[in-house]
């Protein structure tokens, strides 16, 4: 809940990151196929407890877990009647304006019923893709498309994974903001296919694009070429060895090929990057990939993966799910995002913290998020981009290598 004063964003404003996350926004609560006719379904987020059903035309519903009566779980009810939800005690029947149009347990003629102060608490609903996204907050919802990525507007394949880290999500999205890849995921699959990854340690400077940051592509480390081994004054060499490169050296035709089937982004805002509330999306693998961090408890992050393509006939249509469905689900949600887990579990997010030159988007990041907390969604931040350029005006070209690659395609 914003207060509209914002504090002093100087020093360590870790402790000013709200820990359940930014209210009044939209987020991915329940994949559409996961809430049935008869029973309703409990979702937990941002420390909501939310309870999950079909309304009157089939489309899901969200109302507060709790029965205004007596403190019930709704989820734990029924749905008796067609759009409705009833309370597991007393029969409190629930429709999807939240209003009680009957009491079952007193009968036609129950005087409570429909009586003012009796409504539950309802949460605005879309459902986009097959995931049912949920408004968190008190005022009243934003157009959607502000806080949804692009790609679930149009006729974009989107495939939806799931997991759940036992971190902060905080902790779980800065981890996609730092040069710890060539380390922590030396053996994950995609990183030894497509080989050790260039960077400097001046990192990349931010460009700021209204829902978050993009990577400046003049910086970026797909943009160079990519060395061997890194080699250090006393002799030292990173990787150890280049056995690794046998794969790659396997895999590379591959990879190229994969390469150009990852869809550009439609605009600066859904650039690769960091975006509100709480999204990574990259454009590496096979697909234009986002990350989404849910925060359901302080220490427990429901992960989302939206994989974005963007196939031409029905047959690429299919091979791209079966090739998720069997293999690209298992290297990028389990392979490789399972060893970020590993390191995070224990990770303290307490103590004296020392940046380094590849953390200038963190330090944006943190900004951004204690801005939107405290000052609200529109709040104006104090960031501002190199040559002057507005958040809505910064050319696509900025902030994708993919559209670079395709531009330069189209010339040839």
Known sequence: MSTGAIPKLSGDIRSLIPKLGLRNYWYPAVADRKVGARKPVKVALLGEEICLFRGATGAVAAIQDVCPHRGARLSEGACHYRGTVACPYHGWVFDESGKNVAVLSEGPDSGVCGKPGTEARIYPTRTLKGVVFVWIGESEPAPIEDDVPEEFFDDSLVQVGQVYWKCNWEVALENSMDSHVNYVHRNAVVVARAGFIA???????????????????????????????????????????????????????????????????????????????????????????????????????????????????????????LMYATLRRWIIEYNFSRQDEAVMLNQRYDTPEKLSGTDAEVIQWRKLVVTRHYGGREAPFEYRNPDGLEPDAVPLERVSVRYLQEQARAKR
């Open 199 to 321: 960077r400097g340690a001046q990192g990349e400077h931010p460009l700021y694009v209204g829902n978050g940051f993009g990577g400046d592509v003049a910086e970026s480390n797909y943009m160079r070429r990519s060395p061997r081994q890194d080699f250090y004054p006393n002799g030292w060499k990173w990787p150890k060895t280049n056995y690794r490169r046998f794969f790659t050296w396997i895999t590379r035709p591959l990879a190229e090929r994969a390469r150009r089937n990852i869809p550009p982004p439609k605009s600066a805002r859904w650039c690769g990057g960091h975006h509100l509330p709480g999204m990574f999306r990259a454009e590496f693998g096979w697909d234009l990939y986002t990350r989404m961090c849910v925060p359901v408890e302080e220490h427990l992050t429901r992960v989302w993966y939206y994989h974005c393509t963007r196939p031409k006939t029905a047959l690429r249509r299919l091979w791209d799910r």
